[in-house]
């Protein structure tokens, strides 16, 4: 198999840089990717360049890749199959499952086109489900079939400001070093360049590594090396509120399967609640409660 060079329309060897050495010269040689200034060679997974400093072990790309199950944060099992089932079968039901998330702030395409960001963007941690688009580079810590590069949030493979925007959604709490990543954030990012951050509020353990919550006063200290120009909701509070409901009894039982089948009856029975956060937008407190956050920055 040929190593590809070109991944949604970006050539990697332009924004490349060796995380183990900082030098912008990498190539390919003999079907790898090559440190041309350290001699470091990067292997593929999957056909996907793994741009990471030797000092950041492979035993945690594996541990988080046994443990990465944010498709089990909102469903429990036969909603869950469910989910997959009309997923698959590409029904109308995907729609109208408890997996279904009732975004009431910015999407990532209103925020490309809000700030008319053209150039190269990047989606940090964006899975297996990121923007397809080109110009977005996808770089994440696993081996989905959408990402772009693997690498490491807190020691970014990019040359600085080579993007325009960066996209961001729930990867900051699972990361402990969190002022790294902000710099790192800094550092690839044009000067006039954006971000848009996403950040869980009140929300409960969804991951083995899981450290982080912010409030919109919290992320903006943060992030205070960017001109903050916008803040707000992404999930509301009843999204909060229909997640908890079916939690409490998660562990109600000693029997599984007990448990699962009411939480199966609460998530059907409780999700729709997740409507009343586009009602409640207006609302003074809303955002004091909301399930996810953001901020809007520039450099
Ligand atoms: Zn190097």
Redesign the pocket.
Known sequence: MKTEITRNNVNLLKILR??????E??DIVNEKFQ??????KYRLLNNIPVIVDKSFSFEIINNLKNNMSWEDYDSDGITKKIAEYSTNKKSIYQYITPSHRVQVGPTYESFLDTYNISGNVLELGGGPNSLQIPGVVNCDINSYKTVDIIGDARKLPFKDGVFKGIICNSVLEHIFEVEKVVDECFRVLDKGGYIFMCVPQVCGRHHTVDYFRWTVPGLKRQFSKFSIINQGVILGPAMFVSHIVVSLFRSLTPFKFVNSTICFILEWLFFPLRFLDILGKGNRDYEDYAHTIYIIGKK
């Open positions: 060796c995380p183990a050495c900082e030098d010269r990498i440190c041309l200034a350290c001699g470091e």
